[in-house]
């Protein structure tokens, strides 16, 4: 007999009126056209034309006309002063052109699926046995492309949440590129990428042990400038460079609402998304908090299995993870350390549960196998729904698993609280699979879940709803674990 869940009453849909301001590239030709049509516009008419346009669109964003500024050095960069007059015009026009190369995407307006949820940084002005909470959405668009949102809420003593109004807007973030990058790690996952030997040697043998982004973009535009380089070889170079895009800060301005900030995808290897970010709160052993996610950027042809960085919620660094241990998409750490090492579960293998340990949180390797699919509705493909949960029986980890009609369900597992490697028990049936209201959407029959969080001897567990909206479940947390004992 399968344990009782209570599915709770909250519910996250798409939403079409979340919309950010995107360069929009007409592609060089047109680019240089357009621009040249604004150059010659009579001055009063471009005036109008830029005013009429930021009366119909400035209540539809914040800082819109740096935005247009951004977008009109955007298309430079893409002409240069090829146009006779570009130097001189006035500031309207700039702004006109920017608007001209700019575009509004909707970031939501397909999708709103997959969270997790972390307890906040901010604990202040709430009722005895209420907890603040932070939960991560992956938010799908046009183009089925992905990013980050946020949303915040309070749980009370009893288990209900709420959830407070999202902002008027959607920002995002300034990109700061100061990362300073180890030459031995970055070839590393060059060879684990299959770049060729001595395009990596011509790249980065001029570079230091330690170096920035733009000391490695000097370096791979000398290597370019050969005339002799193959095609092949182009793209080895484009990787390398690909590779460092990926390493990146970003920060978001302080009056922004947490709600209206969106990790929307910088870096080339995420430009067709950034899937499943898996929050947890992080532990030292000296009692200093971190929050971490693991998350699969998708360049549209493979996945670079990515970690993100941020005590604040504010301010986020970005950067690959490395390592045998540290492929495919799945990978979830646990919220501290164990034996003074990091752990992480994973599915190399896109079939079974692995755990890995490393004194690095960056690079993974040797991972064990610790699970398998065993009963009928996980026979295809198991794996974690987020970092494990600790409890005094063992780190609770809620799993997912794919059976008949690619049906996806969510399970339980507990290991060993001082040797996570061992299995202590799992549940044989699911313990939650889609109902008919939630089997249908973009993706039919799916209910998965980023992480979970245990208030008050309930276990929450948000969860998405065939790839299209999200829901909220809760289990008593001594019920499912004498459950998973006894299974």
């Given at each position: 007999m399968r344990i009782t869940v209570n599915r709770l009453p909250n519910r996250f849909y798409p939403d079409f009126k979340r919309v950010i301001i995107r360069f929009h590239d007409l592609g060089e030709e047109r680019i240089r056209d357009l621009m040249s049509k604004v150059v010659e516009m009579d001055e009063v008419i471009a005036s109008q034309t830029l005013m009429q346009t930021l009366r119909e669109f400035s209540k539809r964003h914040r800082n819109l006309t740096r935005k247009?500024?951004?977008?009109?050095?955007?298309?430079?960069?893409?002409?240069?002063?090829?146009?006779?007059?570009?130097?001189?015009?006035?500031?309207?026009?700039?702004?006109?052109?920017?608007?001209?190369?700019?575009?509004?995407?909707?970031?939501?307006?397909?999708?709103?699926?997959?969270?997790?949820?972390v307890e906040s940084p901010d604990q202040t002005w709430l009722e005895e046995g209420s907890k603040r909470l932070i939960?991560?959405?992956?938010?799908?668009?046009?183009?089925?492309?992905?990013?980050?949102?946020?949303?915040?809420g309070v749980i009370d003593r009893n288990g209900n949440l709420s959830f407070e109004q999202a902002g008027n807007y959607v920002d995002e973030p300034e990109v700061v590129k100061r990362h300073i990058y180890d030459k031995a790690m970055i070839e590393t996952k060059l060879r684990e990428m299959g770049v060729k030997e001595e395009i990596v040697c011509s790249v980065m043998q001029p570079l230091k042990k330690e170096f920035i982004y733009g000391e490695l973009l000097g370096s791979a535009l000398e290597v370019l400038a050969q005339p002799s380089l193959s095609e092949e070889e182009r793209r080895a170079v484009d990787h390398i460079v690909w590779l460092a895009d990926s390493h990146y800060r970003i920060e978001f301005s302080l009056d922004t609402h947490l709600s209206e900030r969106v990790i929307f995808p910088i870096s080339y290897t995420e430009r067709r998304g950034i899937e499943d970010a898996r929050f947890v709160r992080f532990t030292d052993d000296d009692g200093k908090v971190t929050y971490y996610a693991t998350y699969s950027a998708y360049d549209g042809y493979a996945i670079l299995p990515k970690l993100i960085v941020t005590e604040d919620f504010n301010s986020f660094e970005v950067k690959p993870l490395h390592g045998r241990g540290a492929q495919n998409k799945n990978l979830a750490l646990f919220p501290r350390k164990i034996a003074g090492r990091y752990a992480m579960l994973s599915r190399i293998d896109g079939i079974n549960s692995y755990i890995g340990f490393s004194d690095n949180i960056n690079i993974w390797q040797e991972p064990v196998r610790i699970q398998e699919p065993k009963y009928p509705w996980a026979f295809i493909q198991l794996g974690n729904c987020g970092s494990p949960i600790e409890t005094p029986e063992g780190w609770l980890v809620i799993t997912h698993?794919?059976?008949?009609?690619?049906?996806?369900?969510?399970?339980?597992?507990?290991?060993?609280?001082?040797?996570?490697?061992?299995?202590?028990?799992?549940?044989?049936?699911?313990?939650?699979?889609?109902?008919?209201?939630?089997?249908?959407?973009?993706?039919?029959?799916?209910?998965?879940?980023?992480?979970?969080?245990?208030?008050?001897?309930?276990?929450?567990?948000?969860?998405?709803?065939?790839?299209?909206?999200?829901?909220?479940?809760?289990?008593?947390?001594?019920?499912?674990?004498?459950?998973?004992?006894?299974?």
């Open positions: 247009f500024k951004h977008h009109y050095r955007e298309a430079l960069k893409i002409v240069g002063d090829t146009i006779p007059g570009i130097n001189e015009i006035s500031e309207d026009k700039k702004l006109l052109i920017g608007a001209y190369f700019s575009k509004e995407y909707a970031i939501s307006s397909a999708a709103f699926f997959n969270p997790s949820i939960i991560s959405f992956r938010a799908t668009g046009e183009g089925h492309i992905s990013s980050i949102v946020f949303h915040t698993g794919v059976g008949p009609v690619r049906q996806y369900c969510l399970g339980a597992t507990l290991l060993d609280l001082y040797d996570p490697a061992k299995v202590i028990g799992h549940l044989k049936e699911p313990l939650l699979a889609p109902n008919e209201e939630e089997r249908e959407g973009y993706v039919p029959n799916v209910v998965y879940s980023c992480g979970s969080i245990l208030h008050n001897n309930q276990l929450i567990v948000p969860y998405g709803l065939s790839d299209t909206g999200s829901g909220f479940m809760s289990v008593d947390i001594k019920e499912l674990i004498a459950k998973i004992l006894n299974s």
